[in-house]
């Protein structure tokens, strides 16, 4: 039987990491190690992502509230520093819809409603004749995940049905 656990040596990310800021290149570097999304590597005594280390490694000094953002690549591994820059959580948050990367609708583990669903709960509401409340029984969600629906509130980057 074969174990798929990678064998490292205790220092292997760090030299890793050392020896790829050196480099000088557009492409991707890619930080391969562990299972984790974002590569992380220990530094004195503490994790980081190896990307937020390129990141202070290529600008300096991480600024109070700022996120290490992936320019040109949206690679979470890529630890370029060319490829990094500290920005907002705005910022951050706009590039994940851009990059088609965020977590909303059906992509949200918490989810229980479909795409489906809430342009059918858009459609009852419109129609009338039925309250909130028994549209949340009837998918499973409370009265104010529907008002929250209704007021565009939730689900508002949903467009309406042709």
Not at 11 to 27: H, I, V
């Amino acid at each position: 039987m074969t174990n798929n656990v990678q064998v490292q040596r205790p220092n292997e990310r760090l030299e890793f990491f050392n020896e790829a800021m050196k480099l000088e290149t557009d492409d991707c570097i890619i930080f391969s190690f562990g299972t984790e999304r974002y590569g992380m590597m220990y530094m004195n005594d503490r994790q980081y992502r190896a990307s937020v280390l390129a990141c202070t490694h290529g600008h300096g000094e991480k600024p109070a509230g700022a996120h290490a953002i992936h320019g040109p690549c949206n690679n979470p591994r890529c630890i370029n520093p060319r490829h990094l820059h500290w920005g907002t959580h705005g910022e951050n948050m706009r590039d994940r819809r851009r990059d088609d990367t965020d977590n909303r609708g059906t992509r949200n583990g918490h989810n229980k409603l479909s795409e489906d669903d809430v342009h059918e709960i858009r459609e009852a509401l419109a129609r009338g004749g039925i309250t909130q409340t028994a549209l949340g029984l009837r998918y499973g969600v409370s009265r104010k995940t529907i008002s929250n629906i209704a007021l565009n509130i939730r689900w508002a980057w949903l467009e309406k049905r042709a």
